[in-house]
C-alpha cells in the first residue's frame, strides 16, 4: 500500500463547516466547499490530526488501526489532553524513577503486556508521520537466551582478534583504529562477562530478563534510528508505569549490527534494521529516590 495514500473519509451529514480540519492538516489533503469539507487532495500522512480535531466526529481516516488504541493493561481516556494538561512534577518523577534494571524475578511477561509496550511504542512521533517501526518480541526466557547466544559469540570472535598485538597496531598503523579502542575499552569488562555466562550461570548481558523487545524500521522510514529510539523511550516508560523494568543492551544492538546472521538466525527480514534491544521484566529491585543526572553542555543561541 501506497504510505501517503488518501484514506480521510468525511461524513457531509455530520461536518459542521468548522474548517479545524483544514487548518491543521500538513498534507492539503482536506479543503472547504459549500461549507462543508471534503477531500480534495492526492496524499496524505494518516497522522489523524483532520480525525482528532473535529468537534462533530465527521472525519475517519481508515488507514489508523482502532486497535492500536485498546490496550489490555488500562482503558485509555481518548480525551485529548491539552497542553499543560499534566502535572510536569509527575511527569519527572516518572522519568527520573525508570531505572535501568539489571535484577529481574523469573516471571513471565504475558503476551498481551507486550502487546501494550509495542502500542506506547507506536505512539511516538516518527519522521513525516512514517510510522514504519518494526517490533520483534523475544516473548520467553529461552527466547531471550537464545539471542544471548549468538551475541556472546559474536563478542568471543572480537575478543579472540583484540587480543592479536600484531592485528590491534597494524590496524591502528593504517588508521583503523576501532580494534585497538575496542581492547582499551571494552576487552576485560568482555572476558570477565563471557566467563561469567559460560562457567557460573551469570546473565551479565540480559540480566535475567524474561522477555526483550527488539526495535526497528524498515527502509520506508525517513528518519529511521530516530524513529526506533523514540519508540523505544515510551517503551521504557510506559514499561515502569505497567510495574516492569527494562534495560537497553546496546552489546546486542552493535553485535546484530556487525554480524548480519544474528538477525537472520530471528527470522527479521534483512531489509529491517535493528536499533534497540530492551531487555525488560518483572524487576527484582527497588529505590528510595530518584537520583541526580550530570550536567550537560547547554548553550542558548
Known amino acids: 500500500m501506497n504510505p501517503r495514500a488518501v484514506t480521510t473519509v468525511v461524513d457531509a451529514k455530520k461536518c459542521i463547516g468548522c474548517g479545524a480540519c483544514i487548518r491543521v492538516c500538513p498534507s492539503q489533503t482536506l479543503t472547504m466547499k459549500n461549507k462543508t469539507a471534503h477531500v480534495t487532495g492526492d496524499k496524505s500522512l494518516s497522522c489523524g490530526h483532520c480525525e482528532a480535531v473535529c468537534p462533530s466526529a465527521a472525519i475517519k481516516v481508515q488507514a489508523l488501526a482502532p486497535e492500536m488504541m485498546l490496550f489490555a493493561s488500562f482503558n485509555l ?12 512534577g509527575k511527569l519527572a518523577q516518572l522519568m527520573a524513577s525508570r531505572r535501568s534494571c539489571r535484577n529481574f524475578k523469573k516471571t513471565q511477561v504475558p503476551a498481551d503486556v507486550l502487546w501494550d509496550l509495542i502500542k506506547f511504542g507506536c505512539l511516538a512521533p516518527s519522521g513525516t508521520n512514517s510510522q514504519e517501526w518494526t517490533y520483534t ?18 563478542f568471543k570472535g572480537i575478543n579472540q582478534k583484540a587480543e592479536n598485538t600484531l592485528l ?12 585497538d579502542a575496542y581492547y582499551e575499552e571494552y576487552y576485560e569488562s568482555v572476558k570477565e562477562a563471557i566467563d561469567l555466562m559460560e562457567n557460573h550461570d551469570q546473565d551479565r548481558l540480559f540480566h535475567g530478563a524474561t522477555a526483550c523487545i527488539l526495535v526497528g524500521s524498515t527502509p520506508e522510514a525517513s528518519c529511521p534510528k530516530e524513529d526506533a529510539l523514540l519508540a523505544a523511550g515510551n517503551i521504557l516508560l510506559g514499561a515502569h508505569a505497567l510495574g516492569l523494568g527494562t534495560c537497553l543492551i546496546g552489546f546486542a544492538v552493535e ?12 527470522d527479521i527480514p534483512s531489509r529491517e534494521r535493528v536499533h534497540a534491544v530492551i531487555a525488560l521484566g518483572y524487576p527484582d529491585e527497588t529505590y528510595e529516590q530518584v537520583a541526580g543526572r550530570k550536567k550537560p553542555m547547554t548553550r542558548f543561541i
Request: glycine share 10%.
Open 77 to 88: 481516556d481518548r480525551e485529548w489532553m491539552s497542553h499543560g494538561g499534566m502535572a510536569p
Open 137 to 154: 518480541c523475544l516473548k520467553d526466557r529461552e527466547a531471550v537466551l537464545t539471542l544471548g547466544a549468538m551475541v556472546m559469540n559474536f
Open 168 to 179: 590491534r597496531k597494524g590496524l591502528k598503523l593504517v588508521g583503523q583504529n576501532a580494534l
Open 255 to 266: 553485535a546484530m549490527k556487525a554480524d548480519k546472521s544474528i538477525q537472520e538466525r530471528l
